[in-house]
């Protein structure tokens, strides 16, 4: 099956502010940064991925997260509200290109706080959901009766993970990824019911491990999660490691970067 994603080149990407604790100021590598996008769209295009693009505004460094600017499940799409002022500029830009592509828009009232696929993530009729430092319950609650999908809600407790993508990846219906000190335990025993959940290490999650991006049976992950990408083969998965320096600086990485539509 073919699938698309959404992707915007870094051209104007920089840390310029800080609204994680990963944000430290460090600076960018413009031209490495902007090769390590390249291989992760070149990746995506060999393993049969459609690419859909989208220009970064001069102003919004952080707008080549796609992830983060709203949940699409088929023709729909919940816009994101994001929680800092500093983003929420990314929103109207989000919207212009969806409604040129023809999607229906759905945007969300302002108590609902809601960052796209950087806290959801759709398993069947099943929108998985974190909340707690960007997303809200209510953003959360009105996404999935929108989408018409059951929430499963899960509240993140460690501020360096900040978005549920940051500590859970899905790799298929069956079988997760996640950070154990992402989360509590009653949180995780809720998953637990629906998957089965592979743990990986505070070292490895620190390498953004759990933000890969899968694609029939092809995992595209950070560099130095090799420990975990040779676990990973042994469930049936094939890994490429890509190394994402640039985009850490901004707490972010590969599912980071694309936007599922």
């Not at 310029?16 to 100021?25: A, R």
């Not at 407790?157 to 992402?182: E, K, S």
């Not at 042994?234 to 599922?260: D, Q």
């Amino acid at each position: 099956m073919t699938r698309s994603t959404l992707l915007c080149p870094p051209i104007f990407y920089d840390i310029v502010y800080s609204i994680n604790p990963w944000m430290q100021g460090a600076k960018v590598d413009k031209a490495l940064a902007m090769q390590q996008w390249f291989q992760l769209k070149n990746i995506l295009s060999h393993i049969g991925v459609n690419i859909k693009l989208i220009d970064q505004s001069p102003d919004l460094p952080d707008m080549t997260f796609t992830a983060n600017a709203g949940t699409v499940r088929d023709n729909a799409v919940v816009l994101s509200n994001f929680k800092h002022p500093v983003r929420q500029g990314e929103t109207e830009h989000f919207r212009e290109w969806f409604r040129k592509e023809g999607y229906n828009i759905h945007p969300l009232p302002p108590n609902a706080i809601f960052e796209g696929t950087g806290d959801t993530v759709i398993c069947d009729d099943l929108l998985i959901g974190g909340y707690g430092f960007r997303s809200n319950l209510t953003g959360l609650r009105m996404a999935a009766e929108i989408l018409d999908l059951e929430l499963l809600p899960l509240k993140l407790t460690n501020p360096n993970f900040y978005h549920l993508d940051t500590c859970f990846a899905l790799l298929r219906p069956d079988l997760g990824l996640y950070y154990p000190g992402a989360f509590s335990a009653y949180t995780i025993s809720k998953l637990k019911k629906h998957m089965e959940l592979i743990p990986v290490s505070e070292s490895s999650a620190n390498k953004f491990v759990c933000n890969s991006i899968v694609h029939n049976g092809v995992i595209i992950m950070p560099a130095g999660n090799e420990e975990v990408a040779d676990k990973l083969e042994g469930y049936g998965f094939s890994a490429r490691l890509i190394n994402t320096s640039e985009f850490l600086k901004s707490g972010g990485s590969l599912k980071c970067m694309s936007l599922w539509i």
